[in-house]
């Protein structure tokens, strides 16, 4: 009964003005458009075997949402599979299924209705519902003397699964006088039913000499019920919370990790909570949160939340921080809503004190696929949530303007299809009148007719005088069934220092015989360059010939005193032992990118199961 969901994201002030200018031409000079479904789910009709693959199919959402509902049911009405899944966005995503029910068999020849309900996070509801359809297996007639066949008996496939590797390898680096054997064992666990889920790992790493550890091990055991999911992980992330200014991201410790949380729907309310406790390299850490949103009406909603975090550390002690938040939602019209959020903090230890974070946003929607959002951010210089913006690193002491924009559109016309775009823009301004910090960040995706798919993001961040700005584009296309293509460019810049790089790449084949050739160019220039300007010239290939696996580096590096050819190959056996065990023994020589042909040996071997 196996279920898989697939989802298919600095600059100056003159930026988020002109954002901000985008924005307010598509709320006053854009129509809104007529009512469109909010869920969308394709092919509305699907035959399926049994066999071949599994049971998918392309879900379009239009808005967020709470929580997802699948139900699978037969002629005569009766559930035979139902599903739960939350946390939803906006965009394209896939929901796939095994075709088992929980005693393990497929489902028989039929017709059989699934039931889409969505529940989104403005407290409304969507319906949509396909068919499905299994027909039997095509089998060759197979008579045994006399005229009798047989009858088919299809073997019995349990619920769960044990899979791993082993592998081992000995390495002679000659240049370096040091020999070096590693060790490593992952055996994994997985176990599914309607209602539960566990997904366990024992990891196991050695090196000689005398280092070992069991870092890689994880668990995860999760359970769902009418409403409600609780999960409890090792070593393995709790998710994103969600709560006012990111409160609370996700614990940070490297070692012995252990969370648990909780989601559960109360009529029109939802109640979550989460808790972990942890230990790092040197520190030890325990933290708790919980929220509770409700929505008063179909237009007014708010939430409240509280959260605590204790780090102890050897050398700075003991330091611990409370958190409390109240926010609040009113969509005035039906395409535009006003949010408020507010935080206070206290902490206690070396870095006492009390603070507060304000946050002011307008959200439009007005479009199918289409939101955007202008919002004014304000922390005080003792706010104590330090988790509180993770990704743009800002978590005391500013106050400025944010602005965000989200597209996507499953079609565009008859080419583009899979549309995505993504922006968001801020410039704050610090409390003690230091420099401004200004950010952009762009992304985009899109398909053109299936054979083409480009990419492209731009980040661009200046703050105290330091500049930092990242461009990245990517193109893959299909000549044919079997030869496919594609180019890469990024650019990287931070004081002192520049990154280009170009990737042109070719691959023809299929899994059990492939080959794939690739030329790389690299540049790095600048004053923070050692024995810079470096320009690169690789040529790669690699593939597989029936059970050899192969790849090759050859690498010219140039620099101002110094260049040389260095080369890297590794060559492998694989076999595949009763359907499921795989086997690799490989040699290497080389090195993929040291300056000169590295004196470096290598062999090992791999158990798959």
């Known amino acids: 009964m196996d279920s898989h969901i697939h989802p298919h994201m600095g600059g100056s002030a003159s930026c988020v003005i002109s954002i901000l200018f985008i924005l307010g031409v598509l709320v006053f000079y854009v129509p809104t458009a007529n009512a469109a479904p909010e869920l969308t789910v394709e092919p509305p009709f699907l035959v399926w075997n049994g066999q ?71 407290d409304s509801s969507e319906d949509e519902s396909t068919q499905l359809r299994v027909i039997p297996v095509p089998e060759a007639a197979v008579r045994a003397p006399g005229g009798y066949t047989p009858p088919t008996i299809k073997p019995y496939e349990p619920s769960y699964r044990i899979s791993g590797n082993l592998s081992t390898f000995r390495r002679f680096d000659e240049e370096n006088d040091t020999n070096t054997t590693e060790t490593r064992l992952n055996s994994r666990y997985t176990d599914h039913g309607e209602h539960f889920k566990v997904d366990a790992n024992l990891g196991y790493f050695r090196r000689s000499p005398r280092f070992e550890n069991f870092d890689s091990s994880n668990a995860l055991i999760r359970g769902n019920w009418d409403g409600g999911v609780a999960t409890a992980v090792f070593r393995r992330s709790l998710g994103d919370f969600r709560d006012p200014l990111r409160l609370y991201a996700d614990f940070r410790t490297q070692n012995d990790k252990f969370g648990f949380r909780w989601n559960q729907h109360i009529r ?8 972990f406790k942890g230990k790092g390299t040197t520190q030890r850490e325990v933290g708790g949160a919980a929220r509770w949103q409700h929505a008063l009406s179909a237009d007014i909603d708010y939430g409240l939340g509280f959260t605590s975090h204790r780090v102890r550390d050897p050398l700075t002690g003991e330091t611990t921080t409370y958190a409390g938040s109240l926010d609040s939602g009113w969509n005035f019209t039906k395409s535009n809503r006003i949010v408020a959020e507010g935080v206070y903090t206290q902490t206690t230890g070396i870095s006492a004190g009390n603070g507060f974070g304000t946050r002011m946003a307008w959200v439009y929607k007005g479009l199918p696929g289409l939101r955007t959002s202008l919002g004014y951010l304000n922390l005080s210089s003792n706010y104590g949530a330090s988790l509180s913006d993770p990704g743009n690193q800002i978590t005391a002491n500013v106050r ?95 004081t002192g220092s520049r990154t280009h790089r170009i990737l042109i790449d070719a691959s023809t084949g299929l899994a059990d015989a492939y080959h794939r050739i690739a030329l790389e160019l690299i540049r790095r220039s600048g004053t923070s360059v050692l024995f810079g300007p470096v320009k690169e010239v690789g040529l790669l290939a690699s593939g597989r010939w029936r059970h050899l696996v192969y790849e090759t580096v050859l690498r010219f590096t140039d620099r101002l005193d110094q260049n040389g050819l260095n080369s890297f190959v590794r060559l492998a056996y694989e076999e595949k032992y009763l359907h499921r065990y795989l086997g690799n023994i490989y040699f290497a020589f080389g090195d993929r990118s040291a300056l000169g042909t590295a004196r470096r040996y290598e062999i090992g071997a791999a158990l798959s199961y």
């Open 52 to 122: 071949s693959g599994s049971v998918r199919f392309t879900l379009t959402l239009r808005k967020d949402a709470r929580r997802l509902v699948i139900r699978v049911r037969d002629s005569e009405g009766q559930v035979l599979h139902r599903e739960e899944l939350f946390n939803w966005t906006p965009g394209l995503h896939e929901w796939e299924w095994s075709g088992k029910l929980q005693s393990g068999e497929i489902l028989a020849t039929g017709i059989y209705n699934i039931e889409f309900r969505i529940f989104f996070t403005d």
């Open 400 to 494: 400025g303007p944010e602005a965000t924009l989200n597209f996507f559109s499953p079609a565009m016309g008859p080419w583009i299809r899979d549309l995505a775009l993504t922006a968001n823009a801020f410039t704050y301004r610090r409390r003690n009148n230091k420099p401004r910090i200004n950010q952009i960040d762009w992304r985009t995706q899109f398909s053109v007719k299936k054979a083409v798919r480009v990419s492209g993001s731009y980040h661009r961040r200046r703050e105290a005088g330091n500049l930092s700005t990242t461009m990245r584009f990517a193109e893959q296309h299909a000549w044919s069934d079997a030869w496919r293509g594609g180019v890469q460019y990024s650019m990287n810049t931070l």
């Open 268 to 275: 029109t309310g939802e109640l979550s909570a989460l808790a």
